[in-house]
């Protein structure tokens, strides 16, 4: 791919990847984060640009991405956790049916199994539930299939293990 080719990508994509981080970096004071996540996305997939005839979609592999390093920010910064408690607060405060607070319990449960799984096992993982296929995941994360498809049912399963026992809470 030609610098000018990925240029004309990035500059159409750009619009769309400062909308989902600034989902992720909500807050006043964490709006440069999102600024910061688009320009580190869209230095990934200049990295990945021989690559990139792989995908389907350089738009869905750049939404993956973007996902990917707004994540990695949270988490760095340990906002992750305050951010899901915050949102439980303000969940809490507004008087909101007992079906949302339900709702975002267990997106707090889901994150914190997530965060006890392995850093592959994780990526995968998240990889596999934006829907990319198990060929391209391995592509991805320089695997086999055989060995991506073993990886994914295992983090499945600890996630599984993990919900179920309530051993996600530490």
């Given amino acids: 791919m030609e610098q000018q080719e990925f240029q004309h990508i990035a500059a159409t994509l750009r619009p769309r990847l400062l909308k989902l981080c600034t989902h992720f970096f909500d807050s006043q004071e964490l709006a440069y984060e999102a600024e910061d996540a688009v320009q580190e996305t869209l230095l990934r997939l200049w990295q990945h640009r021989e690559k990139m005839e792989i995908y389907q979609s350089p738009e869905a592999l750049a939404m993956l991405i973007a996902k990917n390093v707004c994540i990695d920010i949270m988490r760095r910064g340990a906002t992750w956790h305050d ?82 026992t309530g051993r996600d809470k530490k």
């Fill in 83 to 164: 951010k899901l408690d915050e949102c439980l607060l303000y969940v809490e405060a507004d008087n909101h049916t007992d079906q949302t607070i339900i709702e975002h319990e267990a997106e707090r449960r889901l994150f914190k199994a997530l965060d006890r799984l392995p850093a592959t096992q994780r990526r995968m993982l998240l990889m596999r539930s934006e829907g990319m296929t198990m060929a391209e995941i391995a592509a991805a994360c320089n695997a086999t299939t055989t060995s991506t498809k073993t990886m994914v049912c295992v983090a499945r399963k600890k996630m599984m293990e993990l919900l179920k």
